[in-house]
């Protein structure tokens, strides 16, 4: 299994923002499809067991995908990155929401997004927004929540939220050179682990 780490290409994403906000479906297409892996394993990551039992992966994902599609008007990239911390914002947001409405707390809980609103974003734009049929992100999972705590912290920092390397040093308190070895050691080691259990 390919480790999905590899962001687009800052100058294609901002290409095809542009494209998407100037109506051009077929730009809003590509751009969710190459960002696609990215969303999909923030949404998976930052899901606890107890949310788990409750809601689904595909659910939060097109809820996001939705609400990013919808304010896409509203979205200027000012640095590298900032339209994948767009996207990481909104599933933060919306696991957030949708925790406070499970939780104990129920009444004061966010709202939810209808079913009618999920399927009016493959009905308008008809982008396929969610796809995992396979599981294929089930190992990846696993082996990233079985990571030693550090690896595991530097690991989502890098990939899932898109920050530089010195950036995580900065919040772990280490050197930027000691943050490239913790992640060069996490992903060979996830390499690992997936390619034992494809050749299983």
């Known amino acids: 299994m390919s480790l999905p780490f590899d962001p687009p290409g800052e100058d294609e994403t901002r290409f095809l923002v542009a494209r998407a906000k100037d109506g051009d479906d077929s730009a809003l297409e590509d751009l969710f499809r190459r960002h696609h892996d990215h969303l999909l394993l923030a949404v998976r990551l930052r899901l606890g067991a107890r949310l788990r039992s409750v809601l689904e992966s595909g659910d939060i994902f ?38 406070r409405y499970f939780g104990a707390d129920k009444r004061q809980g966010g709202q939810q997004v209808s079913q009618s609103q999920l399927n009016e974003l493959s009905a308008s734009h008809s982008p396929q927004v969610y796809f995992d049929a396979s599981g294929r992100f089930e190992g990846l999972e696993r082996e990233i929540r079985r990571l030693p705590e550090e690896m595991r912290q530097v690991l989502i920092l890098r990939t ?41």
């Open 62 to 99: 097109q809820a996001v995908a939705l609400k990013a599609l919808r304010g896409l008007d509203n979205f200027a990239p000012r640095e590298p990155g900032s339209f994948r911390h767009y996207l990481n914002t909104m599933v933060t947001n919306e696991i957030r929401d949708r925790a």
């Open 160 to 200: 899932v939220d898109g920050l530089p390397s010195r950036e995580v040093a900065k919040k772990i308190g280490k050197s930027d050179a000691a943050v490239r070895k913790i992640y060069s050691r996490a992903v060979a080691q996830l390499a690992t682990h997936l390619g034992e259990e494809d050749s299983a």
